[in-house]
């Protein structure tokens, strides 16, 4: 079975497709690609959504050429005319590449499009819907909508990668789903730019109204991702600030750099499974206004490097504490990891170390699978087959007319 996924939520444009062999239970990356609009949204701080819409706009069609590319595509004998793609018409630059490119290949062998919808921004949901809408309708073949926190989700479930050849002779990887070895109750923490969340798991795959999925612990304000990059922001360092904070926090640990500071740890006592981080957003605001002189002097370099330290610690604490709890309250058996923030060394060995205490297993995704990607959303159409819809179907148009996406910003 081979699947399309397509990822636009925030400031990534994502293709993936992936053939899935459901006798082995084993995954092979036909191809996969990620273009990253992060340069674009620097000068802003932040993703902004038009702009990551107009990105989208412009890349998915070369993201999925240079996808079908790996897997030998063949040129169609004489270009084809397609009747209609008024649902395009807004979106010029889309239509244009895909009039181009589209009815000069022969349809590939694919037997279903998997594409995000919802959560994430909304012009840059609305994108790669209407993409994999047209691309359904054009080629014939269903659509499953898919919910990107139960993509991140999946990602965990990835076991090693091996190097697989194709009857092509072309080498790909290929991997072991380890849906089948996960012992529930299972619970998820996914920590994300935009999420932070307990998910209790009965079973993988099934969303809406059938979801066995439950969310069992939110933050109230701030998502971890959004922490360190807002913090990020007030020492200094481009958007995304995560993954710098944790690099200068390696070299503080390293050479012994203290913080300057103590931070709080939010809600770190409290007996519910939810978070809190705009209190330590707000006391890194502090901090740097007594160190700048209200903003008149710049940073000392190991204040940064130290209080980045102390960043990393007070949300891995917090983080730990909140999965201590929920693994005794739900008697967990396993830990499942997603989202971008897992990519953070510090973080994933501090839940490690708790999976280990408590003895039960723990399912990390591979740093380059914890960032949005295509590939979690081919998996997540894959968990989610049976709710595919036809082609000529109109139920996402109108779920998109309504201006929401239909699963909400919930599992
Ligand atoms: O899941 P993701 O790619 O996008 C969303 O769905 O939000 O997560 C992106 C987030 C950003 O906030 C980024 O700063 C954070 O993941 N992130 C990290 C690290 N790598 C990415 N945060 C801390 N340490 C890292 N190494
Ligand atoms: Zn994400």
Known sequence: MKILGIETSCD??????????????????LGNRVHSQIDMHVPHGGVFPMLAKREHAKNL????KSVLEEVDMAKAAVPYKIDDLSILKRDPELLDAFESFIPTIKKPEIDFISVTVGPGLEPALW???TFAQVLSRVWNIPIVPCHHMEGHILTG???????SVLKSGAHKPRFDLLDRRILYPALSLL????????????????????????????TRDDAVGECFDKTARMLGLAYPGGPKISVLAAEARDTNIASPIVLPRPMINTDDLDFSFSGLKTAVL???????????????????????????????DVLVSKMRGAIEKYAVETLIIGGGVVANTHIRKALQDLAA???????LPQTDHATD??????????????????????????LKAAGTSPLGPRI
């Open 12 to 29: 990534e444009t994502a293709i993936s497709l992936i053939e899935v062999d459901e006798a082995t239970n084993t995954v092979t990356v």
């Open 61 to 64: 069609v070369p993201v999925l």
């Open 127 to 129: 994108v790669g819907i």
């Open 157 to 163: 479930l990835i076991d090693k990668v091996h190097d």
């Open 191 to 218: 920590i994300s730019g935009g999420h932070t969340q307990i998910i209790l798991i009965e079973k993988i795959g099934g969303h809406g109204a059938n979801s066995s999925y439950k969310i069992v612990g939110d």
């Open 286 to 316: 502090y901090a740097v206004k007594n160190a700048t002189n209200d903003g008149k002097e710049p940073l000392p370099e190991n204040f940064i490097k130290g209080i980045a330290r102390e960043i990393e610690d007070a949300i891995t």
């Open 357 to 363: 205490e408590c003895t039960i297993k723990i399912l």
């Open 373 to 398: 990607n295509g590939l979690m959303i081919a998996l997540a159409g894959y968990f989610n087959k049976d709710k595919a819809f036809a082609p000529d179907s109109n139920e996402i148009q109108t």
